[in-house]
């Protein structure tokens, strides 16, 4: 039954919600996964999308993202700083670079990012283009124009601004700001000429239907960059309590973004360490990128781990620049 959708994907098609709903609920997990790493391999071959992120300031969010170590609303005890070390940055970078990474960003705690922080940021910038060849994005909360286009002048090509989960869930999630409030920042980068990176985190609570909305929310908004988070409770926040997802609630989610988003990188980020070495598995099922190293406020593989994974799992790793 299964196969129908893929052939249909294959020729230029898509699935709509209702389509999308009977494979997740129908289709056997195992068939479910050969398949959407059959749409991975045949549309992107064995290309893995690799970045790594900076935390580039760090803590007193004012925001109430209830699955956030570093709002100011929770008593977390997380690092706090107004400006991450330049030289570490750079250190960082490098050793991504040689390892085979292609992107690196860096990532603002707050709202919004400063146009003090904004400027301390352009240096930081201009340092990565002159001593590597990444391609350099942000993300740094809610956007003006003015704030996207000098980012753009930075040398900035895609902007990162998470959806996080459903407009329908959204709520639950987050009283601060608004979900639509989130879009328009993606339609503001969009304006302003840089590519959008955007995705969520899946174990909040939702459904398995608010999962799949979230998926078609990015399609609609025309993401080809899509982090997926699994939600990893950090204790004294509210999400602390719920319980992780299981690998076959991970991988079905994997699978089903990668039908309904055939073109785009599914991007495996924070939290796949919880799935210790099933989190290979996300990759045999439809995901095509990840984050590699940590992820801001928790603990990811070494890098040299990573790239040893996804060679393993027979993906191309650019290693022109690897140190032997």
């Known amino acids: 039954m299964i196969e129908k959708y893929t052939a249909k994907i294959l020729a230029g098609g898509e699935i709509d919600f209702a389509d999308a709903l009977h494979i997740a609920e129908n289709v056997e997990p195992a068939q479910l996964y ?23 300031k760090s803590g007193k969010c004012s925001e109430d993202c209830k699955f956030c170590a570093q709002s100011s609303h929770y008593d977390v005890e997380v690092a706090s700083y107004d400006l991450v070390n330049p030289v570490e940055v750079l250190a960082l970078a490098k050793e991504n670079e040689q390892g085979g990474v292609g992107r690196f960003s860096l990532v603002t705690a707050g709202r919004e990012v400063s146009e003090g ?17 990444m391609s350099l994005c942000a993300s740094m909360g809610f956007l003006t124009m003015e704030k996207a286009l000098k980012l753009k002048d930075m040398g900035v090509s895609r902007y990162h601004c998470n959806l996080e989960t459903s407009r329908s869930f959204f709520p639950n999630v987050c009283t601060t700001h608004t979900w639509d409030e989130k879009v328009a920042t993606i339609k503001i980068a969009q304006d302003a000429g840089l590519e959008v990176c955007s995705g969520g985190i899946i174990g909040l609570g939702e459904s398995l239907e608010q999962r799949l909305e979230l998926a078609f929310e990015l399609k609609e908004l025309g993401i080809l960059s899509v982090p997926l988070n699994i939600l990893n409770p950090i204790k004294d926040t ?6 992780p997802l299981t690998i076959s609630e991970v991988l079905t989610c994997v699978a089903m973004f990668r039908f309904i988003l055939p ?20 990759f045999t099922s439809g995901a095509n990128g990840s984050i590699v190293g940590n992820y801001l406020t928790t603990l990811g593989k070494s890098l040299d781990e990573d790239i040893k994974m996804f060679r393993d799992l027979g993906f191309d790793v650019d290693e022109k620049l690897r140190q032997k």
């Not at 398949?35 to 690799?50: G, P, T």
């Not at 910038?125 to 060849?133: A, I």
């Not at 509210?238 to 319980?243: R, V």
């Not at 939290?271 to 996300?282: D, F, I, S, V, Y």
């Open 238 to 243: 509210p999400f602390e309590h719920l319980t």
């Open 34 to 56: 050969q398949e959407a790493d059959k749409l991975r391999h045949v549309i992107h071959n064995n290309k893995l999308d690799l970045c790594s992120i900076v935390n580039a």
């Open 117 to 133: 922080n904004l400027e301390e940021f352009r240096k930081i910038y201009k340092d990565l283009q002159d001593v590597t060849k």
């Open 263 to 282: 073109e785009a990188v599914i991007r495996i980020a924070g939290g796949r360490n919880l799935l210790g070495e099933e989190q290979e598995k996300c």
